[in-house]
């Protein structure tokens, strides 16, 4: 299966230009994989440059996960880290991923500084 980057997510999400749009739905149209590490880069772009909300945010990723198109690496693991991220507002996207890539591979408690992460089960703020 072919993969995408960041970029092709973030024109996927954002519609904000009609060339690369259809570039990428036309890529996308065979079926395309989106590793974890591309889709935190998104969610970082989509956060930090287009300055979408939490909510938004959000609602991106649950269309990715669920494109028709898109298959997602760890998709259960990846929704298990957007119900987190829904419920705590104040949690980053990628820090809930982080938690929850840790809990598939076996290795919890993850150690954190971070007060609202450490909240989680399967974390531990130090």
Known sequence: MRA???NVLVRLVTRDDRKQIAAAEAFISKG?????LV?????????ALYELTHSELATAVDMLLHHRDLTIQDSDTVAAALEHYRRRPALGFSDC??????????H???GTFDRDLGKLDGAERL
């Open 4 to 6: 995408v980057d960041t």
């Open 108 to 110: 919890v408690p993850l």
């Open 39 to 47: 889709l935190i880069e998104a969610t970082w772009v989509l956060a």
């Open 32 to 36: 395309a994989w989106i590793s974890t």
């Open 97 to 106: 991923l982080i938690l929850e890539v840790a809990r598939k591979a076996g």
